[in-house]
Structure formats: structure tokens, C-alpha cells
């Protein structure tokens, strides 16, 4: 059986800053979409969650960049910049968000992550501090996302990287595992390829 959903207008709508709706939007959300790609290439699509993101101010966004098994959002800021945040709810209201503008990936030998790390939680296997500038925004009707109840976070990524931590250590999986692209490029995670 459907179920009746009262009368808005589906249409998209362009913002120019973060409201304080939007913001509070955004702080409600436990997963959040980025994407990002080169003239060339594959365009990367990544999920991203476990408290890692602060809205700065209306025009600003830092989010904590964790270890994983790619790193092509870092790799493609160094070769073009431009960056799509998307978040849809999954409760409640339906709504999505996007956020459109231009990142750069720090690093933390990097003097611009001493400053932009503390305003983002403690988690281990951190990478880099995306700083991204808000050129526009677009809000549109998410009619079409279906509702999920949310469960908790999981945490084995943590577990992974405090492993790796104590052990060979992250520095030397980002060596090996993150230091070039699908596509070939080099990720910017060693300081000799910056």
C-alpha cells in the first residue's frame, strides 16, 4: 500500500550559502556522498559517515578524509578541484542536498592540517582534512530515496586502523595501497608527489 505524501513542488532549488536549516539538515545526516573526477578518467563516487565531517560556516565544509582501499577523492582535488557533496534523508522528511564547489586535501606533514585538524573528532586511521569551498547549492525533493532506520556506525574501520597503527603502520599502507590512483595518478599521500 503507498503511502499518501502531502502536496510539494518536486523542483530543485539553488541556494547560494548554508542556511541554518541546511546546517542543521547536514548535522542530521549519519551518511553523506562525495563525488569528484579529472577530464579524463573514472569519476569517483564515495560514501562517507562516522562523524566525519563540520560544517565551518556557510561557504566552508571540512570533512576527515579516513584510510581505505582507494584514495581517488585526494587525487582527483590535486588534478582538478572540483567536488559534489550529496546527503538524502533516509528518515523522516524526504529531502536531498547537494553541495557543489572546489576542495583541496591536506596532509599531515602539511601546515594547513595542524590548523584544520582540531575542528574535526579524534579517529585513527585519519589521512587528510578536505577543506572545500561551497559555490552553490540545490536542494530537491528526495521523493524517490526510501526510508532506512539508522542502526549505528560500524567501527571496523577503526579496529583496522589501530591494528595497522601498532603493527607495519599506516604510513606504509598508504605507500603501498594509496599511493596511486585506479586510473594511474598519483594520490599527493607521499610528500615527494606533491
Not at 518536486?10 to 577530464?39: H, Y
Not at 585526494?74 to 588534478?79: I, K, S
Not at 567536488?83 to 529531502?95: S, V
Request: with cysteine.
Amino acid at each position: 500500500m503507498r503511502t499518501k505524501i502531502e502536496s510539494h513542488h518536486p523542483m530543485a532549488k539553488f541556494i547560494e550559502s548554508i542556511t541554518a536549516d541546511l546546517r542543521a539538515f547536514i548535522e542530521a545526516q549519519q551518511v553523506f556522498f562525495v563525488a569528484t573526477g579529472m577530464a579524463e578518467g573514472r569519476i569517483n563516487l564515495s560514501p562517507k559517515g562516522l562523524d566525519s565531517l563540520r560544517v565551518v560556516d556557510e561557504r566552508s565544509v571540512l570533512w576527515l578524509n579516513l584510510s581505505g582501499s582507494g584514495n581517488e577523492t585526494a587525487t582527483h582535488l590535486r588534478e582538478d578541484g572540483r567536488i559534489t557533496l550529496m546527503f538524502c534523508a533516509f528518515e523522516g522528511r524526504p529531502k536531498i542536498l547537494r553541495l557543489y564547489g572546489t576542495a583541496k586535501a591536506w596532509h599531515p606533514d602539511e601546515p594547513r592540517w595542524a590548523e584544520l585538524r582540531p575542528q574535526l573528532p579524534e579517529t585513527p586511521g585519519a589521512r587528510q582534512v578536505i577543506e572545500m569551498q561551497v559555490e552553490s547549492l540545490q536542494t530537491s525533493c528526495g521523493f524517490g530515496v526510501p526510508e532506512y532506520t539508522f542502526q549505528g556506525q560500524r567501527e571496523m574501520l577503526f579496529d583496522w586502523a589501530e591494528k595497522k597503527e601498532a603493527g607495519d603502520g599506516l604510513e606504509h599502507y598508504w605507500q603501498t595501497k594509496n599511493h596511486t590512483s585506479i586510473d594511474g595518478h598519483k594520490t599527493g599521500i607521499l610528500p615527494e608527489d606533491r
